[in-house]
């Protein structure tokens, strides 16, 4: 059983920048691809970054790529994603997950293949 607990959410100007982190449990986090998804009010959730177990790569959705950096740090079982230049449209729940199949491939970005889930953060950017 794998836990997830993000931390880092709050509430930030436009144009301000914030950095989540996911502590995961477990021994073998460093064997887990991970990714960042969102959901704002009203709409489905929406992949975000996601890094392979390596960390070597990583994949962003279009509306964050070059804002925002997924890292992991596999000594610290954590998984970070740092968020710049935030606008209102970032304002969503953000949840981090973990993929615990054997997959040496690129990040990938279909939510169902996420087999760990964390209970999300909330990040509100203001006007």
Same mark, same amino acid.
């Given at each position: 059983? /794998?836990?997830?607990? =993000?931390? &880092? &959410?709050?509430? *930030?100007?436009?144009?301000?920048?914030?950095?989540?982190?996911? @502590? @995961?449990?477990?021994?073998?986090?460093?064997?887990?691809?991970?990714?960042?998804?969102?959901?704002?009010?009203?709409? =489905?959730? %929406?992949? !975000?970054? @996601?890094?392979?177990?390596?960390?070597?790569?990583? +994949?962003?959705? %279009?509306? /964050?790529?070059?804002?925002?950096?997924?890292?992991? +740090?596999?000594?610290?079982?954590? *998984?970070?994603?740092?968020?710049?230049?935030?606008?209102? =449209? +970032?304002?969503? *729940?953000?949840?981090?997950?973990? +993929?615990?199949?054997?997959?040496? &491939?690129?990040?990938?970005? =279909?939510?169902?293949?996420?087999?760990?889930? &964390?209970?999300?953060?909330? *990040?509100? !950017?203001?006007?």
């Amino acid at each position: 059983q /794998v836990q997830l607990v =993000e931390s &880092g &959410g709050g509430l *930030v100007q436009a144009g301000g920048s914030l950095s989540l982190s996911c @502590a @995961a449990s477990g021994r073998t986090f460093s064997s887990y691809a991970m990714a960042w998804f969102r959901q704002a009010p009203g709409k =489905e959730r %929406e992949f !975000v970054a @996601a890094v392979t177990w390596s960390g070597r790569y990583t +994949d962003y959705a %279009e509306s /964050v790529k070059g804002r925002f950096t997924i890292s992991r +740090d596999n000594a610290k079982n954590t *998984v970070y994603l740092q968020m710049n230049s935030l606008n209102i =449209e +970032d304002t969503a *729940v953000y949840y981090c997950a973990a +993929d615990s199949t054997p997959y040496l &491939g690129s990040p990938r970005r =279909e939510s169902y293949l996420y087999n760990y889930w &964390g209970q999300g953060t909330q *990040v509100t !950017v203001s006007s």
